[in-house]
Nanobody, 127 residues
């Protein structure tokens, strides 16, 4: 089992920044991909960013490219999401997710059905 705990959410004005962090515990050797998702009220869950924990490659949703940066600290077993130039539309609950080490059927790291473990979420509100 893998446990994920998000932190760093809060309220910020448009144009501001926040840094989310996800602490991973449990079978930390068993996952190969990590991702950040978000879900706003009344909207579907959306993949925001993902990282390959082995090579460090990242992918981003078009809506956050150039504003958000995902990174990992293997020594601390954490993944972070630095969010800059926040917009009203970034308001959502943000979730951390982990995927075990198996191939992607379509190489879409931000699919809604590709992750095995999820955190409880941290709220981000932009006003």
């Amino acid at each position: 089992q893998v446990q994920l705990v998000e932190s760093g959410g809060g309220s910020v004005q448009a144009g501001g920044s926040l840094k989310l962090s996800c602490q991973v515990s449990g079978l930390t050797w068993s996952y190969c991909y990590m991702a950040w998702y978000r879900q706003a009220p009344g909207k579907e869950r959306e993949g925001v960013a993902a990282i390959s924990t082995g090579g460090g490659a990242t992918v981003y949703a078009d809506s956050v490219k150039g504003r958000f940066t995902m990174s990992q600290d293997n020594a601390k077993n954490t993944v972070d999401l630095q969010m800059n130039n926040l917009e009203l539309e970034d308001t959502a609950m943000y979730y951390c997710a982990a995927r075990t080490c198996r191939p992607w059927p379509d190489n879409n790291w931000l699919t809604n059905t590709g992750y095995d473990y999820w955190g409880q979420g941290t709220q981000v509100t932009v006003s």
